[in-house]
């Protein structure tokens, strides 16, 4: 997949290479696969803490990740991320013409549209014409069956145009690549043409920054040919098969090749060819003598692990990279999806324990309210039966008092219980009645002398009622007596003027006598003061 390399500075027209003396102090396991060949070392913030050389040739991807995990346990990784330099034979390099388009604004179409468009599955009639052109030029510039996977480099403007080098390999193979490594329980994050690495060297060669240079290095089983200024701007960088112990002089015509075709695609001349590798000073001065270009050893000292060391001194941002952006940040995005989805997960339950728990709540409160309401239904009967009951005493409790202010206090049997000691005891009471009326309690007393043997006369009789009257006329009763007939009220009225109460009094109490003297009786009338 696609990794735009960010755009260069310039500066008076030259750009300048910012990676220039930078060593990225990252935690990476770097690995060189160069033709079969691995060798790995693992990197601990820009510091090399173990090394290992794989002692098979590994050929397949399909076991790279055992080599890895071999890898870790020879070097004492314990990082995650990956990257691999990568020499291998399905790997091409072609140069690209673009179109004429301001330079400035190259990387910026292309990073923007590329990345975000062509990889992002939008419909071909959106993408711009292009990246349409670039993709088309892939597919037709691939010398393999299948989908390209594809990274380019700057290269100098040819003629009016801008020219890109592209880096084409075959996407399935780079996918089980990055499947091996999630395997090892790794991430991989970079996969950098062994061309691009040995580009990296050129600022370090005593040149000037203009002049073109060839830089040819030995990798083993191939040959890796970068032609470049002084400046690191870029001209051309290709892969030879062929090893230089067995095919020295084929390398040697390939390289005139190649100082001839930049001579006539650019119009420079290659002025100094620089060999770098092991033993290959000795074929200075074969290459000097056959292709006529001052030929003399790269001063950078090699080892075996120099491809895997010098990768990490690249910045990820500026070297060419088949991984595209968004593997790259794949990871982190799977790891933030899990942090979301976990949030999310977590949200859902609480929002599930939540309503479990209202809905809970909820019945609770409804079975406890039906019962309040069954208790509240039964407290008003209840209290209806009591204010019944209570409207019942209060109706007595009126009756009652309504009783108790009209009954009248018990005076007749007061009086009786008074006249059975005040009567005299020659006197045989024959009628007593006492009633109320008016407001006044009223009083009538008829009455005869006692049985005897001998006749009472006249006066004890009237004395003894006499004294009978004087005695209720002055107790407790405050008796007031009427006249005793009518014939006496007829006669008293006709008398001229008003009599005292006092002798209105005593005329009540007179004894009507009757006619007969065999049977004396007397009537008395008064009023209860």
């Known amino acids: 997949m696609l990794r735009i390399e960010p755009r260069k500075q310039i500066q008076n027209g030259k750009p300048r290479n910012i990676a220039e003396g930078i060593l990225t102090p990252r935690t990476v396991l770097s690995v060189s696969w160069i033709d079969g060949t691995i060798r790995a070392l693992a990197v601990n913030k820009g510091k090399v803490e173990g090394s290992w050389e794989c002692p098979d040739t590994v050929t397949e991807v399909a076991g790279f990740g055992a080599v890895l995990r071999q890898a870790i346990a020879h070097t004492g990784y314990n990082g995650t991320e990956v990257s691999v330099v990568l020499a291998h034979p399905r790997l091409s390099q072609q140069l690209l013409a673009i179109p004429p388009i301001m330079r400035s604004s190259l990387m910026s179409y292309l990073e923007r549209q590329i990345q975000m468009l062509l990889y992002l599955g939008v419909p071909p009639d959106f993408q711009p014409a292009m990246a349409r052109y670039i993709q088309r030029q ?35 193979i780079l996918d089980t690549l990055t499947a091996e490594c999630e395997k090892a329980g790794l991430w991989l994050t970079a996969v950098v043409p062994l061309t691009s690495v040995l580009q990296s060297q050129v600022q370090h060669l005593p040149v000037g920054k203009e002049e073109v240079v060839m830089l040819v290095g030995d990798t083993g089983r191939s040959t890796a040919v970068v032609v470049s200024r002084g400046d690191g701007l870029l001209y051309l960088s290709r892969t030879l098969a062929g090893v230089w112990s067995e095919g020295a002089n084929n390398l040697i015509v390939d390289l005139q090749r190649t100082a001839v075709f930049v001579k006539e695609e650019y119009g420079v001349n290659v002025s100094c060819v620089w060999l770098f590798g092991a033993d290959m000073q000795k074929y200075v001065p074969q290459v000097q003598a056959e ?21 990490c001194s690249l910045v990820p941002g500026m070297m060419p990279n088949f991984i595209s952006w968004e593997q790259l940040h794949a990871p982190r995005e799977r790891l933030w999806l899990k942090v979301i989805s976990a949030g999310a997960m977590l949200v859902v339950a609480i929002c599930l324990a939540t309503s479990v728990y209202v809905e809970w709540m909820l019945r609770q409160e409804r079975a406890g309210l039906n019962e309040l309401k069954a208790k509240i239904a039964e407290t008003d009967k209840l209290k209806a039966e009591v204010q019944k009951h209570n409207e019942e005493i209060e109706i007595k409790r009126e009756t009652i008092r309504l009783a108790e202010e009209q009954r009248l206090p018990p005076v007749p049997a007061w009086f009786m219980g008074y006249l059975s000691e005040a009567a005299p005891e020659d006197i045989l009471l024959t009628s007593v009645k006492v009633y109320r009326e008016n407001g006044q309690w009223h009083l009538k007393l008829s009455g005869v002398p006692q049985p005897s043997t001998n006749a009472p006369s006249a006066a004890a009789f009237s004395n003894s009622v006499e004294q009978l009257k004087q005695r209720l006329a002055t107790g407790p ?45 007397f009537t008395l009338e008064g009023v209860m003061e």
């Open 138 to 172: 892939v597919q037709s510039l691939k010398s393999f069956d299948g989908e390209a996977a594809w990274c380019f480099e700057y290269t100098v403007p040819i003629e009016e145009t801008s020219g890109l080098l592209l880096h084409l390999f075959p996407r399935q």
């Open 477 to 521: 009763f405050n008796v007031a007596f009427a006249l005793g007939s009518d014939r006496d009220r007829k006669s008293q009225s006709t008398n001229a003027g008003v009599k005292p109460l006092s002798a209105w009094v005593g005329e009540l109490g007179k004894v009507v006598a009757k006619q007969e003297a065999k049977n004396p009786e």
């Open 291 to 311: 292709t006529g270009i001052p030929t003399t050893e790269s001063p950078v000292s090699w080892d075996a692990f120099y491809w895997p060391r010098e990768v």
